[in-house]
């Protein structure tokens, strides 16, 4: 009798069991679910990646990297990227001579907002890969077209361009430096910079190439200068840079040694022009 009263109890809570389990779970499936943050899910910290790679933080960085390259960049949304700029950082700590950590970086990261975690990453490449010119050229572009800043983008490119083992192919790429300074909006600075680098050329030819680009940006330097003036004088912008001449405040216009002249930009600001103006 008492071992039938004890299996009734143990089948009474077993239903019971069941009951309650199918009720919790029925509500657990209506209830809304707190996604679990994606940080959590793929930048784990840099310790715990490398006590998962058992110490070897080259494997760590292997690992890392495989989780960005992993990653839908389709279905991703703008906050998301800063996480992989995260996890990319990391693979560039654990191994800054990762290559192809630093090659996406620099094709994924700058387009959605994420530049200063590529210029960590490609700065950090560029130090390891002493032999590889493509991390300072990537950092040299960036610089220049996400951060507008042409004097800091040649200084890069420079760096670059010693890491080319062809002669001529470092001339093209301190020459498109050369090109980039010109855009600077500090003009002595440009010409500073410019000068440096005349005096660095190897080449005769290349070193009077840019001696004659020093010419040009003093010229604009002069240009600027007396347009500075005319506005102090007058109240108002110079309409065009006949104008200096008719006031008087310059006696003619600087002739450009590459034929190309000046102009105004959209600001008004007086800039090189890169093309012989119209006929």
Known sequence: ????????SVAILAVLWALTFT???QQLKSAPRQTVAIEMQVALPLFV??????????????????????VSTEKMK????????????????????????????????????????????????????F????PAFFYGFNQWYYKH?????????REAALKLPDPDQQLTMQNMAARWVDRAQDTELAIRVV?????????????????TRVVRLRQLQQLRSAADSYRERFGKPVPDLQTLVTSG???????????FGFGFDKQGQIVLRTSPPSP
Do not use: C
């Open 78 to 129: 703008p906050e998301d990227y800063a996480i992989l700029g995260k996890v990319q950082k990391d693979v560039s700590w654990l191994n800054p001579a990762h290559e192809d950590n630093y090659y996406i970086a620099f094709a994924i990261l700058p387009q959605y907002g994420e530049v200063d975690a590529a210029q960590t990453i490609l700065a950090r490449a560029s130090r390891a890969r």
């Open 131 to 134: 032999f590889d010119y493509q």
């Open 195 to 211: 000068e440096a680098l005349a005096k660095e050329a190897r080449r005769p030819d290349f070193r009077k190439y840019l001696q």
């Open 1 to 8: 009798m008492t071992s039938l009263r004890k299996q009734w």
């Open 23 to 25: 009720v919790t779970t």
């Open 149 to 157: 800043d042409p004097t800091g983008a040649a200084a890069w490119m």
């Open 49 to 70: 990646q490398v006590f998962m790679a058992m110490g070897d933080r080259y494997l760590a960085a292997n690992i890392a990297a495989i989780r960005a390259l992993v």
């Open 249 to 259: 405040i310059l006696l003619a216009l600087p002739q450009d040694p590459f034929g």
